[in-house]
């Protein structure tokens, strides 16, 4: 048992071939699974390491949250063992090159073979993403590629997922796909500029897996001939805003160009959402939370909002700046939300907008902090802070989906509050610091769930990067004081 292990030897159902790699407590070899004639790597604790009790669980436990990821892309995790003899597990073995062996030996992928590739990653990704698994920081041996197939290692650990290591694999993938990418060919400049946004870490919401995905999918069908205009456009946590970049120029092409500011639009209607909508515009009165506060009984409307814009359309600069917040950044210039115009016409004949039916009762969305609070002063009320939502919330029988703010009949509080569990989530008025993170700097807050996430309806809190943020499931409702 003391000596080291070699080719040829017989560890359980495995005949060990070839030591690939090896690490502080790990060795990696190429192995042959007797039983079933089957090529596989088996991971295996050194001796030393495996009797660390410590150790051994946690790569056990390691081993079973691998185990339970079911993913075409994802290699696969066969079976684990852990014994006085051997501590090991034996997983897929991928067949192609990885990316740092092709960037070694010079290999350049035309742009189509890209976005392919970055698609198929990305729906990796969000599998990880929506069972909330962690995983290890991914590197460029992790990922491999055969032909236009891509394939990566189960990095799946036991453990809390980290955000910010997941943003710093994009950057790292970007990277790596950017130096690879062909020059000079149809469609190169529309995957630089997607490659250069998953680069640039620096931006206020970092590019998302599923924006990665969905963006991946606009490229290829644009450059196999596929692509057809759309009749609506959406913005928010799963849309890239063009915010004046040249390198998004592209996006208004072939049959997308509605108007310079128009942005990628994206599937964000759910199973088991409602997506039947009320002509009926909102108009219930605010709700009394308090000896001298009332709070709006729904969420800001399309209707209410249009009747803002139009109203300060009508006044001076200097009349429409005594609106704005004295911090409001002096780039923005408006206060219309994102595709307003696909959005206010479409609310207007009862048309679907993003893929869902809207109306003028539906809530306003695609709205920033600057933007509820300009609405609010105009209505004479302000935001309501993050104790006063949440004093004012009590639990509903039901979390609203998409549809008309004032409809919702079992998201409704015994006091006549509508829509706190759901819908859309909701700024409040003041940077509050997160308690699950006490010593990071204070952050703007939207409040309960959403028609796209859910989350605990009524409970939900949500840390936003900047003021500055939209969304397609992001609103407002105010508060006014006698």
């Known amino acids: 048992m003391g000596q080291t292990r070699q080719s040829g030897d017989i560890v359980g159902d ?37 009797a660390d009790i410590v150790l051994k669980t946690n790569f056990l436990s390691d081993v079973r949250a691998k185990a339970a990821v079911s993913h075409a892309v994802i290699g696969a995790v066969y079976e684990a063992h852990g014994d006085e003899d051997a501590t090991y597990y ?12 092709l960037i070694e030996e010079g290999n350049e992928f035309a742009p189509l073979e890209v976005v392919f590739l970055l698609e198929q990653l990305a729906d990796a990704q969000l599998h990880l993403e929506s069972q909330d698994l962690a995983a290890v920081s991914i590197a460029a041996h992790h990922v491999i590629v055969d032909g236009s197939a ?17 943003t710093a694999g994009k950057q790292l993938l970007g990277a790596l796909f950017d130096e690879m990418l062909l020059p000079a060919q149809p469609g190169s400049t529309r995957v630089g500029s997607l490659l250069a946004y998953m680069i640039d870490l620096d931006r206020p919401v970092p590019l998302t897996w599923k924006q990665i995905k969905k963006l991946s999918r606009q490229v290829i069908d644009q450059l196999e001939g596929n692509d057809q205009p759309s009749a609506s456009k959406s913005v928010g946590e799963d849309t890239v805003p063009v915010n004046g970049s040249p390198g998004w120029g592209w996006a208004l092409v072939s049959g997308l160009i509605f108007g310079a500011g128009l942005i990628f639009y994206f599937v964000v209607v759910q199973p088991g959402n409602d997506s039947s909508v009320e002509e009926v515009e909102a108009q219930l009165p605010p709700v009394k939370i308090g000896p001298s506060l009332s709070l709006s009984a729904h969420e800001v409307t399309i209707g209410q909002y249009r009747a803002f814009l139009e109203s300060i359309s009508k006044r001076d600069a200097a009349d429409r700046a005594a609106f704005d917040h004295p911090d409001q950044p002096k780039d923005k210039e408006s206060h219309h939300p994102d595709d307003w115009f696909s959005l206010s016409g479409a609310a207007k004949q009862g048309n679907a907008w993003s893929d869902r039916l809207v109306s003028d009762g539906c809530p306003i969305v695609g709205v920033d902090w ?15 802070t993050l104790s006063e939502w949440k004093s004012a919330s009590e639990p509903t029988e039901a979390i609203s989906g998409w549809g008309n703010a004032s409809a919702p009949e079992m998201d409704r509080t015994e006091s006549g509050l509508i829509g706190m569990a759901g819908n859309v989530r909701e700024w409040t008025r003041d940077d509050e610091v997160n308690p699950a993170f006490q ?44």
Not at 458 to 479: E, K, P, Q, T
Request: hydrophobic share 40%; aromatic share 8%.
């Open 14 to 50: 495995y005949r060990l071939l070839e030591a690939v790699s090896g690490g502080v407590h790990t060795r990696t070899w190429k192995a042959e699974q007797i039983s079933v004639q089957r090529d596989v790597m088996l991971e295996m604790l050194k001796r030393e390491s495996a």
């Open 90 to 101: 034996a997983r897929e073995r991928l067949l192609g090159k990885s990316l740092d062996q």
């Open 150 to 166: 891509l394939r990566m290692m189960n990095l799946v650990s036991d453990g809390p997922r980290s955000e910010a290591q997941s």
């Open 370 to 384: 600057w933007d509820a609070y300009a609405f609010s002063r105009w209505q004479g009320g302000r935001l309501p």
């Open 439 to 482: 010593l990071r700097s204070k952050k703007p807050v939207a409040c309960g769930g959403s028609f796209l996430t859910p989350g605990t309806g009524v409970a939900s809190r949500v840390w936003l990067d900047s003021r500055s943020h939209r969304a397609d499931d992001l609103g407002f409702r105010i508060i006014f004081e006698k």
